[in-house]
Structure formats: structure tokens, C-alpha cells
């Protein structure tokens, strides 16, 4: 399993873009990035995945530099409603050994600077 | 649509009794999950259900247990309650067409074990 780094928490101010770098290192050749959030007492939710180059869609953009050791995610303009945890998760495309299983860190905590 | 819905939202138990949890997927997703999530933790898987059948299982005790009915729908059962079951547990379906990561998660029931 890829050993996944990333940070624990981030704040920044709103109108700015963030950007969240997440480790992973031994990432192997079929395993897919993905990103969710998470908001107080809900869910998490899907943003958005990728294998390689940048992913784009309404919510977010996600890097992923040629050797795949790492990825980041970016939100164009940080506002208080992106109050949120996100996890970085790393795996085949149909979960792990194809059981759909998401494996989840502490993901980082993203909050207002103030 | 409607989204994954799961019942209750919020339980209160003591120790060594027995919970029920419901989930149902969001029409036509055939798979769900559950996962446990500690307060300050990311989600830990516990099952996974597909067509009736479990594709995979985390790490948990024989007291967790699950099954999926004909309409996909799921129940999450837990015996024997102890303080440490206390977290909320999160459904997620997936309609598993090539593309598991993107699961789309409930909002939860919050246990309590007192």
C-alpha cells in the first residue's frame, strides 16, 4: 500500500488559491490519486481524481508531476465555504484489490487564516 | 435524486447492546460500503457489500457484521457495544462501473455508547 504524507493542517486567507501537496511515494503503477472533503458532521465527498499530468473539473485542479511521487491539490479561491478536511487517498481504480475499500489519513485540515 | 440516505442520525447505546444501522444507496448503485470514523480520524473501512455479496472486510471485530438486501439497501450491525464503538458511521454507495473511488457517502449515524 502507498504510504500517503500530507499535511495536517493549512489556513489561508480567503480570495487566494490553495494549494495541498500530498506524498506518496511508493505509488504503484496502477493506482489512481483521488481527493475528497469533508465538512463538519457530514460525509465525505468526491472532488476529484487523476493518474497523471492535471485533472481539472468545476471544483478543483489536481497535479501530478511525471513520477508520480506526489500530487497537489488546488482550489482557485479559498473561501470560508472550502472550510473543510481533505484527504489524499491512493489507490487501484477499483479500490484496494478491487473491493471498492478507500483507505483514509488524517487528511489535512483546512481552515480560514485569521 | 436523492442522495445515500442512512438511518438513525444520532443513537445512544450501552455497553453490550446490540445496533442496527440502514443505508440506502443512491438508485442503481449496487455497491456499499461502511466505514467508522472516530472523532479526529479519517474513515476506516469496515465492509463492503456488491450484489448482495461482501467483497471485502476491514479490520474489525466478529461483532461487526453486515448484509445488502435485494434492493441494495444495507444494514450495519454491531453486538455487544463498547465505549470504544462510540464514532459515526458513514454508508457509501458506488455504482462500481469501473470506477470505485468515487463513492458517494450518507451523512452518517452518530453512535454513542454510554
Known amino acids: 500500500l502507498a504510504k500517503i504524507t500530507q499535511p495536517i493542517s493549512m489556513d489561508s486567507y480567503e480570495g487566494q488559491e490553495v494549494n495541498i501537496t500530498c506524498s506518496h511515494n511508493?505509488?504503484?503503477?496502477?493506482?489512481?490519486i483521488t481527493w475528497y472533503q469533508q465538512f463538519p458532521s457530514q460525509g465525505p465527498r468526491f472532488i476529484i481524481q487523476?493518474?497523471?499530468t492535471k485533472v481539472t473539473n468545476e471544483v478543483a485542479s489536481l497535479f501530478i508531476p511525471a513520477d508520480r511521487k506526489s500530487s497537489t491539490l488546488s482550489l482557485p479561491r479559498f473561501s470560508l465555504s472550502d472550510t473543510a478536511v481533505y484527504y489524499c487517498l491512493v489507490g487501484g481504480p477499483h479500490g484496494s484489490s478491487n473491493t471498492g475499500k478507500l483507505i483514509f489519513g488524517q487528511g489535512t485540515t483546512l481552515q480560514v487564516k485569521p | 435524486d436523492a442522495g445515500v440516505t442512512q438511518s438513525p442520525t444520532h443513537l445512544i447505546k450501552t455497553r453490550g447492546q446490540h445496533v442496527t444501522l440502514r443505508c440506502s444507496p443512491i438508485s442503481g448503485h449496487k455497491s456499499v460500503s461502511w466505514y467508522q470514523q472516530v472523532l479526529g480520524q479519517g474513515p476506516q473501512f469496515i465492509f463492503q457489500y456488491y450484489e448482495k455479496e461482501e467483497r471485502g472486510r476491514g479490520n474489525f471485530p466478529d461483532r461487526f457484521s453486515a448484509r445488502q438486501f435485494p434492493n441494495y439497501s444495507s444494514e450495519l450491525n454491531v453486538n455487544a457495544l463498547l465505549l470504544g464503538d462510540s464514532a459515526l458511521y458513514l454508508c457509501?454507495?458506488?455504482?462500481?462501473?469501473?470506477?470505485?473511488?468515487?463513492?458517494?457517502f450518507g451523512p452518517g449515524t452518530r453512535l454513542t455508547v454510554t
Open positions: 457509501a454507495s458506488s455504482g462500481l462501473a469501473g470506477n470505485s473511488y468515487e463513492q458517494y
Open positions: 487523476g493518474y497523471k
Open positions: 511508493n505509488i504503484a503503477t496502477n493506482d489512481y
